[in-house]
């Protein structure tokens, strides 16, 4: 239950903080309580969870607010949203990958980022369908690495 917490936490901080949003501990307990199935869980466990989240490497960083609140959030992803949108620009403008092709990959990368910076992203996509639906690039590809190595 411990390992589900922490995993919990930090899919929260992927996906809720950035580096202009935090989160509180009383936002995180609220949100283990209504979006995941570990219950109710007190703000020292979550803020012991942290530490142990920061213990591991992962960059959380910590900031005092008003009346002696805490507020969290993860820096330094592996990827800046800068070097995301530049993915999704090159995929966006590829010729030789289907929309839905492309659609999974926008998926994934949006799995990178926070959800406000994943909006951002999606404002600014259109796909336009050049390739032929029979076009695999993505499986020709990886046919050719395995004929080379």
């Known amino acids: 239950m411990e390992r ?6 930090q899919s929260y901080f992927n996906h809720y903080t950035d580096e202009q949003k935090s989160a509180s501990l009383k936002e995180i307990q609220d949100y283990l309580l209504k979006q995941t199935d570990v219950g109710q869980v007190s703000t020292l466990t979550i803020q012991r969870d942290i530490n142990s989240l920061i213990l591991a490497g992962f960059d959380i960083q910590v900031t005092r607010g008003p009346h002696n609140t805490f507020y969290y959030r993860m820096s330094n992803r592996s990827f800046t949203f800068n070097e995301i949108r530049f993915l999704v620009d ?5 010729k030789f990958l289907s929309a839905q092709q492309k ?4 998926q994934k990368f949006e799995g990178l980022c926070s959800q ?3 909006r951002k992203l999606i404002s600014r996509i259109s796909i336009s369908e050049v390739t032929p639906p029979s076009l695999d ?13």
């Open 116 to 118: 406000a910076e994943a």
């Open 137 to 149: 690039l993505l499986e020709n590809l990886e046919k050719i690495h395995l004929i080379i190595a």
């Open 4 to 9: 589900e917490r922490i995993l919990h936490i």
């Open 90 to 94: 090159s995929v966006s403008i590829n």
């Open 103 to 106: 659609q999974r990959l926008f």
